[in-house]
């Protein structure tokens, strides 16, 4: 396995987003190993070879869920208190 921290690098900056979310197509290996330029990246983009991944989905449902049942008055008991009897007092 050929090192392509270069190659990452360089296609992270050129499509202005994180390492973490550049793909490099595992079959065209060499061809992007041999690139070492920001032109070079622009072409493998147009060409498919790197992309972009799209961001991650960050589900709110949950927290959602839980003020719902707050709003009942659900996990409001003594061991889920922490300020006094004042501090707490909307």
């Known amino acids: 396995m050929v090192s392509l921290k270069l190659q ?10 994180g390492k973490r979310k550049v793909w490099l ?12 330029s920001r032109q070079n990246f622009r ?3 147009k060409d498919g070879y790197v ?7 960050h589900s709110r449902a949950r927290v959602n869920k ?7 008055g659900r996990h409001m008991g003594h061991g ?8 707490r007092f909307p």
Request: glycine letters at 2%.
């Open 43 to 45: 072409k493998l983009i």
């Open 8 to 17: 990452k690098r360089l296609a992270a900056s050129v499509l202005k987003c």
């Open 66 to 72: 839980r003020l719902e049942a707050k709003r009942k």
């Open 51 to 57: 992309i972009r991944k799209p961001n991650k989905i």
């Open 25 to 36: 197509d595992p079959n065209e290996i060499t061809e992007i190993h041999n690139a070492n």
């Open 80 to 87: 889920k208190r922490r300020g006094t009897r004042e501090a």
